[in-house]
DNA sequence: TAATGAAGTGGACAATTGTCCGCTAATGGG
DNA sequence: CCCATTAGCGGACAATTGTCCACTTCATTA
């Protein structure tokens, strides 16, 4: 189990200063046509063109679209973990686990929610929809939570890997998008579906 | 609101004889590619090419891959839409509609274990993911169960849209494929879990 | 500073999906 | 039976994603 994630925080070898100011000039770009334009209706190629670099360097930097529309929320994705491990453990200001995965759950709605259409639009390639990094964090949150509300009591005995999975297919983006702008619904109206069924509905009688 | 719906069961004005023929013959092409090689590494040119067809031809067939798809198990859905419209309203055999709810979520399971290749094949142009032909009539059923679960005591008081989303995204063909093959869950697994989550925990206390 | 080799770059290419549109031929009315 | 209408056909084209690889440039080191 080598650690190798391509984590731009720990430069493995080395990353040359030109191609780092290459990235940033692409992200820049990037983020004025998907504001321009949408995410969903820019192109990669488009991307590349605009940013004046031929598609492989694009695509170098960025594997696909999702990791590229990631890249742009990076800040607030990071926010949003430093705050949910900021809760999660944090047994004395919410002693119950069921009380910190309805935190979660709701923090998870309103930060795709902000950014539904970059989420949209980089879904990415379909093998990495349920276990990519993003996904894997929350999924691996999720499971220490149901576990702890488990042995606690709060929660009568139950697969705590497929819950967790129903938990994250019940809020993905394309879903999310879907119930938002199809058919109308708040973000409060998700919020309190979700609770209904996994803190309420799952609650130990 | 027009009739439109292109079912092929009401030649609404005429249907060529050789057009007939030319469906027929695609769907066995398509029926062995798929066979042998799987869906997913299927292209639509091959199917074309396969077929001594046209791509237009093929496309007018069958707007994308999932129509495709779709055709190909179109008898095993019917039959499934057959056995459900049997047990759905069969308030003698079945007096809790909670218990219909599970049956019917037992026997999506088992479909879509069933076909699975052709239904993460043609998973469709995600527009038509939450409310194609087939997940509307789905969706559909999921109501009238839930409603009238609720109106009979059995449900607390819930948001039976949102929750029958819920419902589908849970069980929806990539995700299963994702838990039958790369996690190893068995369907039983699947459908336990599905009861617990949405049939023991949403039943009213 | 010059050489070296790895990191980075560009754009041609391959693969795929889906559309367009001029041509062909089945069908049905006269 | 013949012709006009129009469903149906084929395949070129456009759009997009992603890969490949020969070439370039930085950065280290001798």
Redesign the pocket.
């Known amino acids: 189990m080598t650690t190798e994630h391509e984590l731009e925080e720990s430069p493995k070898?080395?990353?040359?200063?030109?191609?780092r100011a290459?990235r940033q000039h692409i992200l820049a770009v990037a983020k004025r046509l998907f504001a321009d334009q949408g995410a969903e209706a820019t192109?990669?190629?488009?991307v590349a063109q605009a940013a004046?670099?031929?598609?492989?360097?694009l695509?170098?930097?960025f594997?696909?679209?999702s990791e590229l529309c990631h890249a742009l929320i990076k800040e607030d994705i990071q926010a949003f973990q430093a705050r949910v491990d900021d809760f999660i453990n944090d047994r004395e200001r919410y002693p119950s686990a069921l009380q910190r995965l309805e935190l979660f759950i709701s923090e998870k709605v309103l930060l795709t929610d902000s950014h539904l259409s970059l989420l949209v639009a980089g879904g990415g390639?379909q093998h990495k929809r349920f276990r990519g990094p993003f996904n894997q964090w929350m999924y691996d949150r999720l499971i220490l939570l149901l576990e702890e509300a488990m042995e606690a009591g709060e929660l009568a005995p139950l697969d705590v890997n497929f819950t967790a999975d129903a938990i994250l297919a019940a809020i993905m983006p394309h879903l999310h998008y879907y119930q938002r702008h199809e058919l109308g619904y708040s973000c409060e109206r998700i919020i309190a579906g979700m609770r209904h069924i996994f803190i309420e509905g799952l609650r130990a009688k």
Do not use: F, I
Not at 13 to 19: G, L, T, V, W
Not at 43 to 46: G, I, R, T, V
Not at 52 to 57: A, C, D, I, N, R
């Open positions: 070898r080395r990353e040359r200063r030109d191609a290459n192109s990669m190629y488009e004046k670099v031929g598609q492989g360097t695509y170098r930097h594997a696909d679209k390639p």
